[in-house]
Each structure stands twice: as C-alpha cells, then as structure tokens.
C-alpha cells in the first residue's frame, strides 16, 4: 500500500527557506513519480514541482530556480528545497505519488502541510 506523508512546514519569513520532506512507503522511485502541489486559500492545487528517478525533474514556472526537487533513495524520501520565499508561497504544500502514465488524480495524497510566508 503507497502511503507518503510530508513535513517541514512552518513560519518564515520573506526570503527564508524552507525544506520540506515528504516520506514515501510502498514506492519503486525508479517507476513512481513523486509530485509536490500547493492550494493557497481560495485557489485550487496546482503543481509545483514532480521527480522520478531517473526521469528527471519538472518545475512550475513561478518557482524560478527558487526550489530544488530531490530524491534520498537510502531514506525513501523526497525533498522540496525552498529558498527566496516570497508571500505568494504561502499554502499547504501537499506531496502525491503516481505510477507513471497516470494522472495525480490516480495517485496517492498526503494530509498536506503549511507553508505560511510572513513578517
């Protein structure tokens, strides 16, 4: 059974950063994507950034090299390195597993955790 669950969240402030970690079971990473979306209050999820070992890493076009995406297979678990945070960050932050050629939809969520980017 696929089950992820993401920590790291917290309160920072403009231009701080953030690590996020989501802990994946049940996972191959070589065929698993690894996914991190976001919904800020009052807006739907939307992707962030995805990875699969092997395969690569895609970004969101407002990350702008602000977040790097990575995998530690030895801990089963992926990273969301944030740095430069901006207000606009502020969200739950969610991670999802998928096997490839499948949509997020298909996948596996996690309970989400906040990111709130203030002073």
Do not use: H
Not at 9 to 32: E, H, I, K, M, N
Not at 79 to 105: G, K
């Amino acid at each position: 059974q696929v089950q992820v669950v993401e920590s790291g969240g917290g309160l920072v402030q403009p231009g701080g950063s953030l690590r996020l970690s989501c802990a994946a079971s049940g996972v191959d990473f070589r065929d698993t994507i690894i996914g991190w979306y976001r919904q800020a209050p009052g807006k739907q999820r939307e992707f962030v950034s995805q990875i699969r070992e092997g395969g690569g890493r895609d970004y969101a076009g407002f990350v702008r090299s602000r977040f790097i995406i990575s995998i530690d297979g030895a801990k089963n678990t992926v990273y969301l390195q944030m740095a430069n945070l901006e207000i606009e960050d502020t969200a739950v932050y969610y991670c999802n597993a998928r096997a490839l050629n499948t949509r997020p939809e298909d996948g596996t969520w996690g309970q989400g955790t906040q990111v709130t980017v203030s002073s």
